[in-house]
């Protein structure tokens, strides 16, 4: 069964209509990555999880139809979106951030998300935005876990960054998959979705082009070549 579901979901920004006829699903312990060029609608697609967009059609969740609900009903229920822009809260310290982050009863507290990114503990006590980019998104990826979420959302979690730094976040995303977490990654790179997720969904201007696992993506250069340029 899935954890997740959406069913013929059309999304709109204001009169502009976003996805059409979108449909995806993911298992509990799944990632499964959104992979497409820029502006196809991979952050629409978390957005409109979220409640953020006018959304027709069936977002379901853990059972329950979700769609157009209030977001923050929404994170309530047990989704976290890491959004590209991360939004650190600038007044406040990196543990402070983290805190305001607890929503949730779980297995997931300070000492965990520390031992997860240790950086985080050493700068603890420093302000949020003192922190470099690659740190800023280890701490807006730990601090969404702090909500003990059943699913989270990363919108383009490595893009900018150092390859030292993107190979520290996929190890932490990595360890959140032998916990089992379940997560939907937005991404551009496919050498970063063929590690972390183990399904795909290539989108090309709002519409689901492609559906499948790792191997029957690798072995599609034809699609490889037409949606996101590579062979």
């Not at 059609?57 to 959004?83: H, Q, W, Y």
């Not at 949020?128 to 059943?150: C, D, F, V, Y």
Request: aromatic share 6%; hydrophobic share 40%.
């Amino acid at each position: 069964m899935s954890l997740l579901q959406m069913e013929n979901v059309n999304s709109y920004y204001g009169a502009a209509h976003a996805l059409h006829d979108f449909n995806l699903s993911i298992k509990e312990g799944e990632i499964i990555s959104l992979l497409g060029r820029n502006g196809v609608g991979k952050s629409t697609t978390l957005k409109s999880i979220m409640g953020m967009l006018t959304v027709k059609g069936d977002v379901i969740f853990d059972g329950e139809k979700l769609t157009n609900l209030p977001t923050s009903k929404i994170a309530r229920k047990g989704i976290g979106l890491v959004p590209e822009e991360r939004r650190i809260f600038s007044n406040l310290t990196v543990k402070e951030n983290l805190l305001v982050g607890v929503s949730r009863k779980g297995v997931w507290n300070l000492e965990r998300v520390y031992e997860l990114f240790p950086v985080l503990k050493e700068k603890q006590n420093r302000m949020g935005t003192l922190l470099s980019g690659g740190e800023q998104q280890m701490l807006a990826i730990a601090r969404s876990i702090m909500s003990n979420p059943k699913l989270i959302l990363l919108d383009e979690p490595c893009e900018g960054l150092a390859p030292v730094i993107v190979n520290e976040l996929k190890k932490g995303i990595a360890k959140l998959k032998e916990e089992g977490m379940t997560i939907i990654i937005a991404e551009q790179s496919l050498r970063i979705s063929k590690v972390l997720a183990t399904r795909h969904y290539l989108i090309s201007k709002g519409e689901v082009c492609f559906e499948g696992s790792s191997d029957q993506l690798f072995d599609s250069p034809d699609i490889l070549i037409k949606y996101l340029g590579v062979q």
